[in-house]
């Protein structure tokens, strides 16, 4: 069964650094590209960043710059470094593949 994990989340002030990570199992990990989605109180989920089986990255222009996506295959994981961290990044940050994870909770404020 393919399962998705993330962790990390938690509260920071603006301007402040957090990293997300986001374990897989049940799948062929290297096979597959993976995302980062979010979702903030009353919107709709938005993509955040993906990477490619072959490391290619791309990001949502409004994060291009402050976060970085990167996987290590080794580990099944995937992983979101964000820094300079804004209000409103406040979300959900959910990982996608194949399937979706449970989110973890992103929140910036002072």
């Known amino acids: 069964q393919e399962q998705l994990v993330e962790s990390g989340g938690g509260l920071v002030q603006p301007g402040g650094s957090l990293r997300l990570t986001c374990v897989a199992s049940?799948?062929?990990?290297?096979?597959?590209?993976m995302d980062w989605y979010r979702q903030a109180p009353g919107k709709q989920r938005e993509w955040v960043a993906t990477?490619?089986?072959?490391?290619?990255?791309n990001y949502l222009e409004s994060v291009e710059g402050r976060f970085t996506i990167s996987r290590d295959n080794a580990k099944n994981t995937v992983y979101l470094q964000m820094s300079r961290l804004k209000p409103e990044d406040t979300a959900v940050y959910y990982c996608?593949?194949?399937?979706w994870g449970q989110g973890t909770q992103v929140t910036v404020s002072s």
């Open positions: 996608h593949c194949t399937t």
């Open positions: 049940g799948m062929i990990f290297s096979m597959h590209a």
């Open positions: 990477i490619s089986r072959r490391n290619r990255t």
